[in-house]
């Protein structure tokens, strides 16, 4: 089984709101990935968690906040996003890092 | 640094034709790994395939195969018969697997080619 899920699927927020996006893996995976996707484009890489530890950062901007709660769940905390940030949200995981990532579906986020 | 180039942006064939994606990469490190996704209008990254540097054996599974050629820096995708549902964008990838290089583990990706296939 090498399944990702996400949620939501969906998301529209406003610049004042704060929102999370939600992964989890059940494969035993220790690292996890946060991807930002905008169309037409390929992804690009924003975090990296490794047991559960952050250990890469991307230059991402304070306004997305990663969290790890534990080895099976990432979150992504959204608070006065950008009309720019609107794009799909991926998040994959591997068993450790350097190996194989599986992606989950993503959420679509618009930002009005 | 490494770079991955996927020179056909967007390709549109007839279903059962043959079709080939190319793949050329750069990088300095001696041991690496090469990956194909495919994103259909869903979005999933879904994984084909990974191959590491070492091993330069062509793979076939079903209608997809594989030509890596590290004399040429490339690993090409080749879709056998293709059907309606292969339309998808395609990604080509590239992880260093040396540790101690900032590229380190990180997917590199192509910028993708379009793939249709038309009924």
């Known amino acids: 089984d090498t399944e990702v899920t996400q949620t939501p699927k969906h998301l529209v927020m406003g610049m004042t709101n704060k929102k999370s996006l939600k992964c989890e893996q059940h494969?035993?995976?220790?690292?996890m990935y946060w991807y930002k996707q905008k169309a037409k484009k390929p992804p690009e890489l924003m975090f990296v968690?490794?047991?559960?530890?952050?250990?890469i950062n991307e230059s991402v901007p304070s306004r997305f906040s990663p969290e790890c709660p534990n080895s099976s769940l990432l979150n992504l905390h959204l608070h006065a996003l950008q009309p720019e940030d609107s794009a799909l949200y991926l998040c994959?995981?591997?068993?450790?890092?350097?190996?194989?990532?599986?992606f989950g579906p993503g959420t679509r986020l618009t930002v009005l | 640094a490494q770079k991955v180039t996927q020179a056909q942006t967007e390709i549109s064939v007839v279903e059962k034709e043959d079709v080939t994606l190319d793949c050329v990469y750069e990088?300095?490190?001696?041991?690496?790994?090469l990956f194909w996704y495919k994103q259909p209008p869903s979005g999933e990254l879904v994984f084909l395939i990974r191959?590491?540097?070492?091993?330069?054996q062509n793979e076939i599974s079903g209608r997809y195969s594989w030509n890596f050629q590290k004399s040429t820096s490339s690993f090409n995708f080749t879709i056998t018969a293709s059907q309606v549902v292969d339309s998808a964008v395609y990604f080509c990838a590239l992880s260093e697997a040396e540790a101690g290089g900032t590229s380190y583990g990180k997917l590199t990706f192509g910028q993708g080619t379009i793939l249709t296939v038309h009924p």
């Open positions: 990088t300095r490190d001696t041991t690496y790994y």
């Open positions: 494969m035993g995976h220790r690292a």
């Open positions: 994959a995981s591997s068993q450790e890092y350097t190996d194989t990532q599986y």
């Open positions: 191959r590491n540097s070492f091993d330069e």
């Open positions: 968690y490794s047991y559960e530890k952050l250990s």
